[in-house]
């Protein structure tokens, strides 16, 4: 009879714990965020996740993502769950002159155990320590740093995928961004992969690196795994018909896909144009200003189309194509869209101001090629094409990249789980700009293989590496792109390594993260990628195979140079230069220059003209200029 009793008492905990309400709407909105729901402490704990939120009260806030820009610094508290009883709101404090003094009080929202701080009026030139508390005697604290205007060379930390096949600590790698000590850091998606526990998997991320977030001002983004699905192509923010995605939209409730956007981008610099999406979900593109390099955020999945029902099967899924005889036109049909026409007008309006930025480059989820042949399995995995990159639609990726290319900017992502560095190609090979796709934070969820069919060496120039498998290749898409360098992992040892992953061993699957030095004296970018494990404080530290690697700014326009302008003499230094097609109206770029002198560069005959200015091209213009070998002097 008592065991009866018990296993009836059980049955009922575990019915309940089933069918308590859910802090979510609708059928989607069942059993989401189950591990931090206000009612966890009235359970005995079900599982990693929900043992791991349960703090002792000391360790309440959990961490701190922060950006400063304009006079606004903007933070978000991110806290473990709160027990019934305790305080609903976390104070900021900063120290000045050897004394902490509160600056404000914020309430923490439910669902999602999160505050946002916002200080207008903020002295960016200045480091300040601060702390965020609360009543139950947990304080986190760190430094907001003052902008390094003054620095050299400006160095961001490049990072994405953290597999939740490994539940341990990222000690290496952070003690390694340590070292680098970079002044930016940019969370490229993938923070988590718990799909429907989006806030214990953000504050199992947060956790991770609260050592190294806690004293520099870091970018976050979302990526498809961040707000619960397999997939997502955003289409403006319909509703999906599934998680994997792709029909187009989000599927699970908007209340928690606009929860996950406040917990992980709320922080960043105000939107360029805030106006929400369907369902009232918030977009989040922006530029974040650091040191004089200015990142260009764009949101690739956000306005991105769904390709199931709009273009022809192909493959044994609607974004795979694994035909290999069909006409690429077929599926960069009229009216499908990539980043859209609110962030191509972002990106046009960024490449035109340069107020206070000396570089430029642009930081997103994914790559505008599809830089990937082996896709999950090196066995059975080769595919043709894979439309969850923006390498699709190649119309809206051309477009995109002309937009890049006229800031001369490289491009910054993660997603893919391979490391690889690119030269696009927009009309021909090499004529538009680099991306470093960095390699995944934990590669143990979902391998790729740079691969090429029957082992060829692409064509063009050859690359000064001693990789095998670079030169000028076509994707699956029919993209020109130029392969530069790729971290391949070793497929040998996949499960075995996946397993020796989760018990916390030491694993080399060409995880690890990226770092991009912007010099801004010499214009020169080097891209760097580091193994997950080891030490770079060491003098035998080794990068993977093929980097670093050093490029000029202006190599992120390869296009053919026909001839060139009179050259410019300005009155002052570093001016704002701005070249257009007069045939066309079409701008070629408009970039600060080194020094007071520019022979402006154009790719075909014609007459142009030049614009220029102080911080934009807004000061001078000359029209009808053709290529010459003549001078002008030009008064700002």
């Avoid at 701080?117 to 508390?133: A, E």
């Avoid at 130029?482 to 497929?491: G, S």
């Avoid at 995880?511 to 010499?522: E, I, Q």
């Amino acid at each position: 009879m008592k065991n009866t009793i018990i296993l009836l008492f059980g049955a009922l905990l575990l019915w309940n714990y089933a069918n308590a309400q859910s802090a979510f709407p609708g059928e989607r909105g069942k059993n989401l965020c189950i591990a931090t729901r206000e009612d966890i402490w009235e359970r005995e704990p079900q599982g990693f996740l929900e043992n791991f939120v349960r703090v002792d009260r000391d360790k309440v806030i959990a961490f701190a993502v922060y950006t400063q820009q304009n006079g606004s610094m903007k933070m978000t508290a991110q806290l473990f769950p709160l027990k019934p009883g305790e305080d609903r709101e976390v104070t900021l404090e900063f120290k000045k002159d050897d004394r902490w003094q509160k600056s404000k009080t914020a309430k923490v929202q439910y669902p999602g155990w999160y505050a946002h701080f916002r200080v207008d009026g903020w002295d960016g030139s200045k480091d300040v320590p601060y702390r965020v508390k609360h009543t139950v005697g947990s304080v986190f604290d760190g430094l907001i740093r003052k902008n390094p205007v003054n620095k050299e060379e400006i160095v961001i930390g490049s990072l994405s995928c953290n597999s939740r096949h490994d539940r341990g600590d990222r000690d290496s790698i952070v003690a390694n961004l340590q070292a680098h000590d970079p002044d930016v850091l940019f969370f490229a998606g993938d923070q988590s992969y718990d799909h429907r526990e989006m806030t214990a998997g953000w504050l199992l991320f947060g956790y991770q690196f609260r050592n190294i977030i806690k004293d520099r001002p870091t970018i976050t983004i979302l990526d498809d795994h961040d707000i619960g699905q397999g997939n997502v192509w955003g289409e403006g923010g319909i509703i999906a018909d599934s998680s994997a995605g792709n029909s187009g939209g989000f599927y699970y409730p908007h209340e928690y896909v606009k929860m996950i956007h406040n917990q992980e981008t709320w922080h960043l610099p105000d939107p360029f144009d805030p106006t929400p999406i369907e369902q009232g979900i918030q977009v989040y593109y922006t530029d974040v200003k650091v040191g004089g390099v200015s990142f260009a955020v764009i949101e690739d999945r956000k306005f991105k189309s769904g390709p199931k029902g709009k273009i022809p099967a192909m493959g044994t899924r609607p974004d795979h194509i694994n035909a290999k005889s069909y006409n690429p036109a077929e599926v960069d049909l009229p009216g499908l869209k990539l980043l859209g026409d609110r962030q191509l007008h972002f990106l046009d309006e960024w490449s035109q101001n340069w107020e206070g930025v000396e570089m430029k480059a642009v930081l997103s989820q994914t790559a505008f090629t599809g830089a990937v042949h082996l896709h999950g399995s090196f066995d059975h995995g080769r595919l043709l094409a894979d439309l969850d990159s923006n390498a699709w639609p190649q119309s809206g990726r051309n477009k995109a990249l002309a937009a890049i290319r006229r800031a001369w900017a490289p491009h910054l992502c993660g997603d893919q789980h391979l490391a690889v560095v690119v030269q696009h190609g927009v009309e021909n090979f090499r004529d538009g700009p680099f991306g470093f796709t960095g390699p995944a934070i934990v590669n143990t969820i979902y391998g790729r293989w740079w691969w090429p069919e029957n082992g060829t060496r692409g064509g063009g120039a050859r690359i000064d590496n001693d990789l095998e498998w670079t030169g000028d290749y076509l994707d699956g898409l029919q993209n020109k792109i130029t392969m530069i360098a790729y971290a391949n992992p070793d497929f040998t040892n996949m499960d075995s390594a996946r397993e020796l992953s989760a018990q916390g061993g030491e694993t080399n699957l060409e995880d690890g993260y990226g770092l991009a030095r912007f010099h801004k004296p010499s214009r020169t970018i080097t891209f760097e990628c580091w193994p997950r494990f080891g030490d770079v404080t060491k003098p035998d530290a080794k990068q993977y195979k093929g980097w670093p690697m050093i490029i000029r700014m202006e190599d992120n326009d390869g296009r053919e140079v026909y001839g060139y302008l009179p050259e410019m003499v300005f009155d002052m230094q570093n001016p704002v230069v701005q070249v257009i097609n007069e045939s066309n109206k079409e701008v070629l770029y408009t970039v600060r220059i080194k020094g007071s002198t520019f022979l402006p560069k154009v790719y075909s005959d014609g007459e142009y003209t030049v614009k220029a200015g102080k911080d934009r091209p807004d000061g001078f213009t000359k029209r009808g200029l053709k290529p010459t070998a003549s001078k002008i002097q030009v008064k700002l």
